[in-house]
Structures are given as structure tokens and as C-alpha cells.
């Protein structure tokens, strides 16, 4: 039973490179968020999806680009990495909005450092 | 807007009792939640509340004041597998969809 999943789960990075972080879960969730994690910070909503095709943008979107071209699959990218963007990454799901449970499920995170 | 304030910082004694705040200002609330985190791990359900109330779950509780904007997280019998980080979330439903605004989360120490 896999959840949500995040690869890499490591990526040293260089300023000016580019990545893109997969994130899929087989619980066939339609909701997909992208949030980083920074010391003091918290947990801050970098981009989202309500489901298959759609996108929004979240309270830090800036530097970062997404897509959800399958329903299982969110796509977290930086075109043009900063060491600002030097943080935890993590993916978190839930089903439907009517039939939605009481949490959120989290992959295990993704950590990026930008140098 | 949305704000969501806990403290930073706290220590206990191992077989305490710890109390943890919440105070949270959203114009769409759909829910509050309780997550744990230990370092360097993603962070793992504890509790929800939607209605005011306590809801129990064996040594952990969570209370919640709508009106007031209020929420705690009590830990009975602390031990020290309990040093972690605790997050409030809180449900928002505003923009017509689910987003899910964290706090800046309460770190706890245990202490022996």
C-alpha cells in the first residue's frame, strides 16, 4: 500500500539548474498539494489541484511551475533553481471534496538544497 | 486573511500533562486539525475537530471554540517519544475548494 510517494527524496541542486519533483499516490485522490517546509516557517501551500488538468497557485508560487496531467501524478517544478528554494518538499493528497476523510495523507518529503 | 498562531517552544516532564494552544483567524472553516512531527519525517494525523467540543483519542485530546477561534492539544502521561513538533491546521474552504493553512507548528521537549 504506497500512499503518496515523492522521488527524489535527495537532490543537491545549482543555482540556475532546473528539476522537477514527482509526487503520485494510488489512492486515487482527486486533491494534490505541493507545500515546503523551512525552519520557523511551517508548512506554507506552494501550488495545488482539485483534479486531472487543473492547477492553482498556493501561498508561495513564485519560482515554482506544476502540472497534473494524470489524475495519480503532481508535478512540482523550479525552471531556474535559487538557494532561497533550499528546503523540504512535501506532497499531500485527499479524496474527493464530498466523500473527503479527515486528513490529508503526506509523502515522506523531498529534500532540496540549491547551491 | 488567514492566520494560524501556536507557540513555539515548550518543555514537560516526562508523565505530565502538556497543554497546546491554538488561535486561528480564516473566513472559510471547514475543520481544524492536530498533526506530530518528528524531525526529518513528514508530518502524521492526531486529531480533528469540526464541531466545538473535546474529542478524545487514549492520551491525546483536542478541544475546539469556534467562536472563539481556539484550539488545544492536550497530551496526558508524556513520554518521551511525545519530543516533536505539533502543527494546527485549519480547513479553509473560502476559495471554494479544500486548502489545508498550517501553523508554524509547537515544538515540544520531553524531558526526563
Known amino acids: 500500500n504506497a500512499g503518496v510517494t515523492q522521488t527524489p527524496k535527495f537532490r543537491v541542486l545549482k543555482t540556475g539548474q532546473s528539476m522537477t519533483l514527482l509526487c503520485a499516490q494510488d489512492?486515487?485522490?482527486?486533491?494534490m498539494y505541493w507545500y515546503r517546509q523551512d525552519p520557523g516557517m511551517g508548512l506554507r501551500l506552494i501550488h495545488y489541484?482539485?483534479?486531472?488538468?487543473?492547477?492553482a497557485k498556493g501561498e508561495v508560487p513564485d519560482g515554482y511551475n506544476v502540472s497534473r496531467l494524470k489524475k495519480q501524478n503532481f508535478l512540482l517544478g523550479l525552471e531556474s533553481a535559487a538557494p532561497s528554494q533550499t528546503s523540504v518538499y512535501f506532497c499531500a493528497s485527499i479524496p474527493a471534496r464530498r466523500s473527503s476523510g479527515n486528513t490529508i495523507y503526506f509523502g515522506e518529503g523531498s529534500w532540496l538544497t540549491v547551491v | 486573511g488567514q492566520n494560524i498562531d501556536q507557540p513555539t517552544e515548550m518543555t514537560a516532564t516526562e508523565g505530565a500533562i502538556v497543554q497546546i494552544n491554538c488561535t486561528y483567524q480564516?473566513?472559510?472553516?471547514?475543520?481544524l486539525f492536530w498533526y506530530q512531527q518528528h524531525a526529518g519525517e513528514a508530518p502524521t494525523f492526531l486529531s480533528y475537530?469540526?464541531?466545538?467540543g473535546l474529542e478524545e483519542k487514549g492520551r491525546f485530546s483536542s478541544f475546539l471554540s469556534r467562536s472563539k477561534g481556539y484550539s488545544y492539544l492536550l497530551l496526558k502521561e508524556l513520554q518521551m517519544k511525545d519530543s516533536a513538533s505539533y502543527l494546527c491546521a485549519v480547513r479553509d474552504t473560502s476559495s471554494g475548494t479544500y486548502k489545508y493553512i498550517f501553523g508554524t507548528g509547537t515544538r515540544l521537549k520531553v524531558l526526563a
Open positions: 475537530n469540526v464541531l466545538d
Open positions: 480564516t473566513s472559510g472553516f471547514n475543520g
Open positions: 489512492m486515487n485522490h482527486e486533491y
Open positions: 489541484s482539485v483534479g486531472e488538468g487543473t492547477t
